[in-house]
T-cell receptor, first 112, second 110 residues
Framework: GENVEQHPSTLSVQEGDSAVIKCTYSDSASNYFPWYKQELGKGPQLIIDIRSNVGEKKDQRIAVTLNKTAKHFSLHITETQPEDSAVYFCAAGGFGDYKLSFGAGTTVTVRA | NAGVTQTPKFRILKIGQSMTLQCTQDMNHNYMYWYRQDPGMGLKLIYYSVGAGITDKGEVPNGYNVSRSTTEDFPLRLELAAPSQTSVYFC?????????FGPGTRLLVL
């Protein structure tokens, strides 16, 4: 099955700086790569996703890049704000039953 | 439109007891999923369903059972609770790839 590794496990950044989280996956058949944000005591919420026919996608301060050859994808958050503090999960999956395999998560802390 | 709802929010069980975690979605999604989340371990898929009457095992199904009699509901059953089942349980649903999660049920087995 699919195996997703996520780094780093914790990330502390100064407000206004950028944060980068990286993930690798093992199954070359995976073609859908979402990122979820989880705030304390809540369920994961989708913040951005990318499909295999696209190399980069942006949505305001967040962007995701995908390198299918190297089987890795990354989340970039620019101009970080205190409300960006949360746990972020990457995931990988494919068509059909739409199952996802998740990374272990990155705890991001934005220091004021 | 409430999305995905889960009950209860928190439960304490004694070893050997049974319980059902409820999950309901009002988005008419065919696909539904149950995950457990342990500290530092991400989300692990327990069971999933591609439509009413169809269920299949995920990565960690042992000790759990599911049923899917309607499109809206996907209950998760624990028959003989064990301390290893202490976790936070999330239900999700999707129309296609994008999964939408409920708020979770925190379960403590003592």
């Amino acid at each position: 099955g699919e195996n997703v590794e996520q780094h780093p496990s914790t990330l502390s950044v100064q407000e206004g700086d950028s944060a980068v989280i990286k993930c690798t996956y093992s199954d070359s058949a995976s073609n859908y790569f979402p990122w979820y944000k989880q705030e304390l005591g809540k369920g994961p919420q989708l913040i951005i996703d990318i499909r295999s026919n696209v190399g980069e996608k942006k949505d305001q301060r967040i962007a995701v890049t995908l390198n299918k050859t190297a089987k890795h994808f990354s989340l970039h958050i620019t101009e970080t704000q205190p409300e960006d503090s949360a746990v972020y999960f990457c995931a990988a999956g494919g068509f059909g039953d739409y199952k996802l395999s998740f990374g272990a998560g990155t705890t991001v802390t934005v220091r004021a | 439109n409430a999305g995905v709802t889960q009950t209860p929010k928190f439960r304490i069980l004694k070893i050997g007891q049974s319980m059902t975690l409820q999950c309901t979605q009002d988005m008419n999604h065919n696909y539904m999923y149950w995950y457990r989340q342990d500290p530092g371990m991400g989300l692990k898929l327990i069971y999933y369903s591609v439509g009413a009457g169809i269920t299949d095992k995920g990565e960690v199904p042992n000790g759990y059972n599911v049923s899917r009699s309607t499109t809206e509901d996907f209950p998760l059953r624990l028959e003989l609770a064990a301390p290893s089942q202490t976790s936070v349980y999330f239900c999700a649903s999707s129309l296609e790839e994008t999964q939408y999660f409920g708020p979770g049920t925190r379960l403590l087995v003592l």
